[in-house]
């Protein structure tokens, strides 16, 4: 079966540079994506990693190392609009994402 | 184009009652999942349709749970007869056949047993 671990909380001011790491273990690893979900809304697609390196998508970027099954998120200019829960998922042969625990990040003024 | 669409936002039933939860898929979308995330836990997967065959119905808890998917269109989960423990936000999501495998999720159905 698969398992990931991510920090149940991270904290950080407007403006700054947050990252939100995932370590997570799976047989048949085929990418690692993040989701965003602001309270009470549906979890929306943010990135997906398929292969070793950086994917960047405006204020967000995303980090995937298969060697070490790590990955982040990095978030920058941090806004009161990103206070959310993010959430990674590993995807192995199946289709079907695995998700973790999620990631509620408050930002504050 | 209209996005994933669940009925009802939030259901309150006693333990022992029957709920039925919809989800109507982006059209066209092959793929259609359920998930369900109880407070401070992982977003846990429950059973993958493909069109409106099951492919994978291995995060199903128990037999209290039937999901169907009509005609390959829309989708219902079925708890019958409710416990405490069903208590949670349950998720449905689509993907199309291929692609990176995002999901397009809808807001949740609230589930409350009392």
């Known amino acids: 079966g698969q398992s990931l671990e991510q920090p149940s909380e991270v904290t950080a001011v407007e403006g700054a540079i947050v990252q939100i790491n995932c370590t997570y273990q799976t047989s048949g690893f085929y990418g690692l994506s993040w989701y965003q979900q602001h309270d009470g809304g549906a979890p929306t697609f943010l990135s997906y990693n398929g292969l070793d390196g950086l994917e960047e998508t405006g204020r967000f970027s995303s980090f995937l190392s298969r060697s070490d099954s790590y990955g982040y998120l990095l978030l920058q200019e941090l806004q009161m609009k990103d206070s959310a829960s993010y959430f990674c998922?590993?995807?192995?042969?199946?289709?079907?994402?695995?998700f973790g625990r999620g990631t509620s990040l408050i930002v504050h003024p | 184009e209209a996005g994933v669409t669940q009925f009802p936002s939030h259901s309150v039933i006693e333990k022992g009652q029957t709920v039925t939860l919809r989800c109507d898929p982006i059209s066209g979308h092959d793929n259609l999942y359920w998930y369900r995330r109880v407070m401070g836990k992982e977003i846990k997967f429950l059973l993958h349709f493909v069109k409106e065959s099951k492919q994978d119905e291995s995060g199903m808890p128990n037999n209290r749970f039937l999901a169907e998917r009509t005609g390959g269109t829309y989708s219902t989960l079925k708890v019958q007869p409710a416990e405490l423990e069903d208590s949670g936000v349950y998720f449905c999501a689509s993907s199309p056949r291929s692609g990176t495998g995002e999901l397009f999720f809808g807001e949740g159905s609230r589930l409350t047993v009392l």
């Open positions: 998922a590993v995807r192995d042969g199946s289709y079907i994402p695995t």
